[in-house]
């Protein structure tokens, strides 16, 4: 090679270069990201553990409110089983004797446990209400924090 060429060579080189240099200014530095973007982006994490709490615990909700109805049947059936056995011992025995009172207060007891179980089944059922309601207010939060997200990225 000549000395001709080994010129062109370097002054190409150069001149690329200056070219990626220029390109490179042009383009500016990426900006950093804004205090309210990366406040936006630890909302949209928070608003997600919310959501996959508020969902457990519906799901926590309905398994109560399932067994509630199970131990609602059961206490029903417990009611037909003792009043059968106080008119079986009122028959049998009379209708003051031991047999019938323990009967009767046995009837008592398991119309409590109605009463009691139907109370739960009821606050279960608001329970799952508020926490429906939650979930909803939630999903609604990370929607409005990722649109905040969004117009503070670009501005």
């Known amino acids: 090679m000549s000395g001709i060429n080994i010129f062109k060579r370097g002054a190409i080189a150069v001149a690329f270069s200056g070219l990626l240099a220029a390109g490179a200014w042009a383009q500016g530095p990426t900006p950093p990201e804004t205090a309210d973007a990366a406040q936006d982006q630890k909302d949209i994490r928070q608003d997600r553990r919310d959501i996959h709490q508020?969902?457990?615990?519906?799901?926590?909700?309905?398994?109560?409110?399932?067994k509630d109805h199970t131990d609602l049947a059961n206490d029903k059936k417990d009611i037909s089983a003792d009043q059968a056995q106080l008119h079986s011992d009122v028959s049998q025995y009379g209708a003051n004797s031991?047999?019938?009172?323990?009967?009767r207060r046995d009837l008592h007891q398991d119309r409590h446990d109605v009463a009691a179980d139907r109370h739960d089944l009821t606050n279960d059922k608001k329970d799952l209400h508020h926490d429906v309601k939650d979930r909803r207010h939630d999903r609604r939060d990370l929607h409005h924090d990722r649109v905040d997200r969004y117009r503070d990225r670009h501005r």
């Open 54 to 66: 508020g969902t457990r615990d519906i799901v926590n909700d309905r398994a109560d409110i399932a």
């Open 98 to 103: 031991s047999q019938a009172k323990a009967d």
